[in-house]
């Protein structure tokens, strides 16, 4: 039977539950998720700001070689996490530092990565966050395995997969999107549109009505929301992690936010975008958004304030600690990890390796 | 490696193709291990174009045997989730060249996720490829792509050339921990040979001798592998004793068997289909070359593909190492000193 393609039909405009100025808006689908969770929410970014900030500082300092932050995509990167359970996965990008933090890793061993200790700095089976994925979308269809597998076994696994609006123009994502629908695999396909790949602007990058439209050639269900309305961002995802455990299949979700910031500081945003666009997203930050509303109805305290910041800058005070601390690199690491037990050649490559280090030694 | 061993091992020898062996290797790994799946394109109700993967959906259902969409990319990197996931996929790749789309796949994911988690994200994968000519297939279904995949740290490279190694080589690299790309030389799937069920094999990264001889070695690998046999035999009869060394696996290399042979004859020739141009022939020459200096009386040959697009059918035959030409390239061998 063909399905109605009516029922695969993304919303005109992104589901919002807070306007900008913080008044809560009226959604025919979604009702605003409960104030305990919308204040805990509200703590979470204000690390996850803080952390962005830290991040990015470290960068200017030294410590890391390059940071592509999410800063004012921090509701995308809190709720991606947030709605999901310990046992659900999570495929971050690069990009989705703060999200693999929010799923429990160590921010400092998420960061082994841009530090250059390592390239995966943390156990992925630990919070099933999988590596960050630096080649764009080739994520995604691991994570449809990791979920069809997952199916197979009847377990009640759902993955989050990552990417941002460039990578919606990989064949992986394509490829990912149309596997997951034939085999009905539970994963959350979350694309966070900032409107820039890089120096692209979303007009090279699709002539799509929306990149939720992309859903329905390959009849997955999708669905757009106000990436910088954390309440939206609760709702819409959480009811689609809802419907991929129910045995609904995929979901594919467009958050519309923005890159407030350069790619990572290497890159000069000055060159392709005006910086009147950037100041006009800044009514919309996702922080203030929450802060009004939560302000506006009593629940948000100067005494919770207060601990929220403190909390923000014990986290941060980790990451700095973290990764000012230098850690000597082991170069028997270089040949330890290719094979589960190395291969005549690369034993010799490594005694080449010793052997220079221990002659480096004796000078 | 203990996957061959049963409890109470029971012989049964029968003549089976290199199809038909490999067939029977999955059957039994998926059989022994519920975690084994097997998947790609037109695998399932029709088995495979090869034939492969023949009735595996009929005796283990279509959630242990599947077809997929039609994307290569899809089905490596669905692989590879379902591996992070506590499975042990088998994915086909339906014809050599048609595997270049999963490059990106296997190059920066598959070869690197054990090294880039430090070991904590194994992959137990084997990407199957039907691969090289002597077919007569059209363009883009006969490449010898083996040089990409050994030329990518993290792999392992295997290549049977006879139906008892294709056996005993698909179960070991089922088994195996790292991923495994396994290249089934097309040309050999119909040659048969006595095999007795359970194989009991060298294991991967393991070259054997095929055949003895004291004036020249003859490495091969894969479809190679029976034309430098042949070779030897032609050689045998105009007095020349030949000696065969089958590889079996590219990646790991078995510089050990390979260069104790070499010494023992001082004379190498390196038979392989592939172009030879910065290839595992090339490679090969390097390397007994570095190890084995002082033991050879003379330059090392090759007798490979020629650098050009794989030919139409009609002109494959110039492509395709031959005895001529490998009897030439051992006439070559500076007899006369």
Not at chain 1, 107 to 113: G, R, Y
Not at chain 1, 178 to 207: D, W
Not at chain 2, 78 to 93: D, H, K, S
Request: with cysteine; charged share 20%.
């Amino acid at each position: 039977m063909t399905p109605d393609p009516r029922r695969l039909l993304p919303s005109a405009e992104p589901v919002s539950l807070i306007d900008p100025q913080g008044r809560a808006a009226d959604s025919p689908s979604h009702a605003l998720p409960d104030d305990a969770t919308l204040l805990r929410s509200l703590g979470s970014l204000i690390t996850a700001r803080r952390l962005n900030d830290q991040a990015y500082a470290l960068v200017r300092q030294g410590r890391l070689a390059v940071y592509p932050s999410s800063h004012g995509q921090e509701a995308c990167q809190v709720a991606a996490a947030q709605v999901l359970e310990a046992g659900d996965w999570l495929f971050p990008t690069y990009r989705d530092t703060v999200a693999a933090v929010v799923k429990g890793v160590d921010p400092v061993e998420a960061l082994s990565l841009l530090k250059g200790d390592w390239h995966c700095g943390y156990d992925p089976y630990l919070h099933h966050v999988a590596p960050h994925a630096t080649p764009l979308a080739t994520q995604l269809p691991h994570a449809v395995g990791v979920a069809h597998a997952a199916r197979l076994r009847g377990e009640p696994t759902v993955v989050m997969a990552m990417c941002g609006d460039g990578g919606t123009s990989e064949g992986d994502f394509h490829e990912a999107l149309n596997f997951a629908a034939v085999f009905q695999a539970p994963v959350v396909f979350f694309v966070q549109n900032n409107e820039y790949a890089i120096s692209v602007p979303l007009s090279r990058q699709s002539a799509a009505p929306s990149l939720a439209h992309k859903g329905i050639g390959y009849g997955v269900n999708a669905e757009r929301v106000d990436g910088n309305d954390m309440a939206a961002l609760l709702a819409v995802l959480g009811a689609a992690v809802e419907r991929a455990r129910a045995g609904e299949g995929p979901q594919l979700i467009e958050a519309h936010t923005y890159r407030m910031q350069a790619h990572t500081n290497a890159d000069d945003a000055t060159r392709y975008r005006d910086d009147a666009d950037v100041e006009a997203w800044k009514d919309r930050d996702p922080i203030q958004r929450l802060r009004a509303h939560l302000r506006e109805r009593e629940l948000f305290t100067d005494e919770i304030e207060a601990g929220f910041t403190a909390e923000a800058e014990r986290v941060a005070a980790h990451l700095r600690d973290g990764l000012n601390r230098d850690i000597e690199p082991d170069p028997e690491d270089l040949f330890a990890y290719v094979y589960a037990s190395p291969t005549p050649q690369l034993r010799e490559q490594a005694a080449l390796v010793a052997d220079e280090l221990s002659r480096e030694g004796a000078n | 490696m203990t996957v061959l061993a049963s409890p109470v091992p029971k012989t049964e020898v029968r003549s089976l193709s290199m199809a038909q062996a490999l067939n029977r290797a999955l059957r039994d790994a998926m059989a022994d291990d519920p975690s084994v799946v097997m998947f790609g394109e037109d695998v399932g109700a029709l088995g495979g174009v090869f034939r492969i993967t023949d009735g595996l959906t009929a005796e283990f259902g279509d959630n242990r045997c599947f077809d997929t969409p039609l994307a290569e990319s899809g089905i490596v990197g669905m692989a590879v989730g379902m591996a992070m996931n506590g499975m042990r996929p088998v994915v086909e790749m339906q014809f050599d060249a048609f595997s270049y789309p999963a490059f990106e796949q296997i190059a920066s994911h598959v070869a690197k996720m054990r090294n880039r988690t430090r070991g904590r994200v194994t992959l137990p994968m084997v990407i199957r490829v039907p691969y090289a000519g002597g077919i007569g297939g059209v363009e883009h279904h006969c490449d010898s792509s083996e040089a990409y995949w050994a030329h990518t740290p993290g792999l392992h490279v295997v290549a049977p050339a006879t139906p008892a190694d294709a056996y005993a080589l698909l179960r070991e690299s089922i088994a195996s921990p790292d991923p495994v790309v396994f290249l089934e030389p097309k040309k050999l799937y119909w040659s048969k040979q006595e095999v007795a069920l359970p194989v009991r094999a060298p294991g991967i990264g393991t070259a054997v001798v095929r055949r003895e001889g004291t004036d020249a070695t003859l490495i091969a690998y894969g479809p190679a592998v029976p034309v430098a046999l042949e070779a030897a035999e032609a050689a045998a009869r105009e007095g020349r004793s030949l000696q065969v060394v089958d590889l079996r696996s590219i990646v790991p290399f078995d510089d050990e068997t390979v260069c104790a042979a070499v010494r023992s004859t001082g004379r190498a020739v390196v038979v392989a289909e592939a172009s030879g141009f910065a290839s595992v022939s090339s490679e090969i020459v390097a390397r007994v070359t570095e190890r084995c200096f002082n033991s050879l009386a003379a330059p090392i040959r090759r007798v490979t593909g020629f650098d050009i697009p794989y030919p139409p059918p009609k002109l494959e035959h110039f492509q395709l190492p031959g005895v001529d030409r490998v009897l030439d390239a051992v006439d070559d061998l500076q007899w006369e000193q």
